[in-house]
């Protein structure tokens, strides 16, 4: 895997608790500061890659919130978290 800035998706909003993330409609979790250690300190707009709970069947990503501390999330939560602030495309056929 190439290590180089991923360019960013045109639609992402800022998750609340998480200010160095933002999210997708889609649920993909993007870091848009760099970190400051690991091996990807540097990069910024990288996308977050998601792991399954090992007692379960949900999709969790390990996030660093405000205070420095690390927490697993499940990916459901954020996305609902911001669900009513994406902007609908009305260009789009409904279903």
């Known amino acids: 895997m190439n290590q180089t800035d991923t360019p960013a998706p045109p639609v992402t909003l800022p998750l609340p608790g998480y200010p160095n ?16 250690r690991g091996p990807f300190s ?3 707009m990288r996308r977050v890659v998601p792991s ?15 205070d420095g501390k690390r927490a697993r999330v499940r990916v ?6 911001v669900a009513g602030l994406f902007p609908i495309d009305k260009a789009s056929p409904a279903a």
């Open 21 to 36: 993330y933002s999210i997708t409609p889609s649920g993909d979790v993007w870091r848009v500061t760099a970190a400051s």
């Open 42 to 44: 540097g990069y910024s």
């Open 52 to 66: 399954i709970h090992p007692r379960g069947h949900q999709w969790y990503v390990h996030l660093t919130g405000s």
């Open 76 to 81: 459901s939560l954020l996305v609902e978290s």
